[in-house]
């Protein structure tokens, strides 16, 4: 059977459409019709109900998933690894989300370029969602994430207890103003905190989805914003940025999020790398953290 097959399915079943799926795996919507008929000619059996909500799943459908991932697992296994460059025993794949690579998918390439030579690494940005499906579905080893959902089948395992503070660029200020608060979504249960911490704060001149862009602005022009601690812990230690006195902090956690049958074999050195990644990541936050003794010895 042709591995599209599988795949096209997989994607239908994500988002419950076959339009979405047909943008999603860029061919025509014509094209994914002509897979799921050739699917279920193949099987025997209908597969989905279409209707104007979209695309959902007859009891058929529903016991195929467990094999089309199987399937599509199997097969992405099979084909990184025989893409393993000579000298490498296997090939990691890590995937992180857009707000959470800097600085620990650095950190943890460097980390196993000395600990795991012997591994070929795959490091990729993206979307939370489509990473985790990813995951799931075998064509990621391993993802970071920020609150993933659980899934059947997957293992979530915490790395950091991540934290986003509010800086500025003004020694002194008390309360950020919304003409020069720079607003960096960090995504729903962020946006539901903020609300509630600075309503005042709802509408604002400046705002991005991507961390690095919103500090590089701030650092720039010059303002407030939330932004994760390690991040912004060098700007703080020279000066450039000030955090602001009495802010609340918002818990922002990165996850490690694998396959429950994995080979542990091959992923184990990666996850150690990302753990060590991670205690560095604290340690260094911790470094940065004055103590209450020289606090008041400065007094």
């Known amino acids: 059977m042709d591995i599209n097959l599988a795949r096209t399915f997989l994607e239908i079943v994500s988002c419950h459409s076959f339009a979405q799926a047909a943008d999603r795996l860029h061919v025509t919507q014509t094209a994914i019709s002509a897979r799921v008929k050739t699917l279920e000619d193949l099987l025997g059996r209908k597969l989905f109900v279409r209707n104007r909500a979209g695309a959902s799943l007859t009891s058929a459908g529903e016991q195929f998933v467990r094999h089309a991932m199987t399937m599509v697992q199997v097969w992405e296994r099979a084909r990184q690894q025989m893409a393993v460059p000579p000298g490498r025993r296997a090939l990691v794949t890590v995937g992180c989300e857009i707000s959470l690579w800097d600085p620990l998918m650095l950190d943890w390439l460097l980390g196993m370029r000395e600990s795991a030579s012997d591994l070929a690494l795959r490091a990729e940005v993206g979307v939370a969602e489509d990473l985790l499906e990813r995951v799931a579905n075998g064509t990621l080893d391993i993802v970071v994430a920020y609150a993933p959902r659980q899934r059947p089948g997957l293992r979530i395992e915490l790395l950091i207890e991540e934290k986003l503070v509010l800086v500025t660029t003004t020694r002194g200020s008390q309360a950020p103003q919304a003409a020069d608060y720079v607003y960096v979504d960090w995504g729903s249960e962020f946006a539901a905190q903020h609300s509630l911490a600075f309503p005042e704060l709802s509408s604002v001149g400046v705002s991005s989805s991507l961390g690095p862009l919103g500090l590089g602005y701030l650092l720039t022009v010059g303002g407030a914003g939330y932004f994760r ?71």
């Open 229 to 299: 601690q390690n991040v912004v812990r060098s700007h703080l230690k020279e000066g450039r940025l000030h955090r602001v006195p009495g802010a609340p902090e918002f818990l922002y956690p990165a996850y490690a999020v694998y396959a429950a049958d994995a080979d542990m074999a091959v992923l184990e050195p990666a996850l150690a790398g990302l753990r060590q990644a991670a205690k560095g990541a604290v340690g260094n936050q911790q470094a940065a953290r004055p103590s209450k003794t020289g606090n008041v010895g400065k007094a």
